[in-house]
């Protein structure tokens, strides 16, 4: 400054306090922001949809009820019709095929 104009430069001074102050402010947020974004949020994990029937609704479990409920008649021989054995088992099938 040539002719050091002292009003000049305590107007320069006053906006470099006021630019300072700002970016102090500004710094200051960004500082609360940066520990509110350092929180770490945890939720619960997405279920995971399986493929086929609920294990729950299982088939088999109906299947074991209804067979134990019902009782079961013997065997009749589809050569013989006797009962107590099947046409594979059955004690007449070479005499059968003999005659």
């Known amino acids: 400054m040539l ?4 009003a000049f430069i ?8 006021n630019i300072r102050a700002s970016e102090d402010n500004i710094a200051d947020e960004n500082n609360t922001e940066n520990v509110e974004s350092n929180v770490i949020s945890i939720e619960n994990p997405q279920k995971v949809v399986t493929r086929g029937r609920p294990k ?5 479990k109906n299947i074991v009820t209804e067979k ?6 013997q065997y009749t021989c589809g050569l013989c019709k006797q009962l107590g054995h099947n046409i594979a088992t059955c004690p007449h099938k070479y005499v059968k095929l003999i005659h």
Request: charged share 35%; net charge positive.
């Open 3 to 6: 002719h050091r104009d002292h």
């Open 10 to 17: 305590s107007l320069i001074e006053a906006y470099l306090k």
């Open 56 to 60: 729950s609704a299982s088939h088999d």
């Open 68 to 73: 134990s409920s019902k009782k079961r008649g």
